[in-house]
Nanobody
Framework: QVLLVESGGGEVEAGASLRLSCAAS????????MAWFRQAPGKERELVAA????????YYPDSVRGRFTIAKDNAKNTLELQMKSLKREDTDIYYC??????????????????WGQGTQVSVSS
């Protein structure tokens, strides 16, 4: 079983940068892909970045492409999300997620079967 623990959230002003980290323990080598999602109260979880845990493929939606960068360290079993030029609309709870069932880099949350507890990111204007 894979366990994910996020860290690095906080409150920043618009235009600032923030880096989130996700530490994976357990059988993380079984993951096909890992991703960061975000969710606001009453809304569906939205993918912000995903990558292949066994390859080099990455995916970003238009809303964050060019501002967010996802990176992994397989040796340390960590996943990071570097966020730049943050906007007020980036305010959400951010979740680290692992997909151990579906090959490739799926973009819908229902393919990800392991989730962290979430970390709050708040951006003020």
């Amino acid at each position: 079983q894979v366990l994910l623990v996020e860290s690095g959230g906080g409150e920043v002003e618009a235009g600032a940068s923030l880096r989130l980290s996700c530490a994976a323990s357990g059988r993380s080598s079984n993951a096909y892909s890992m991703a960061w999602f975000r969710q606001a109260p009453g809304k569906e979880r939205e993918l912000v970045a995903a990558l292949s845990w066994v390859g080099s493929a990455t995916y970003y939606p238009d809303s964050v492409r060019g501002r967010f960068t996802i990176a992994k360290d397989n040796a340390k079993n960590t996943l990071e999300l570097q966020m730049k030029s943050l906007k007020r609309e980036d305010t959400d709870i951010y979740y680290c997620a692992a997909n151990t069932n579906q090959m490739g880099v799926p973009t819908h949350s229902h393919f990800y079967n392991v989730w962290g507890q979430g970390t709050q990111v708040s951006v003020s204007s």
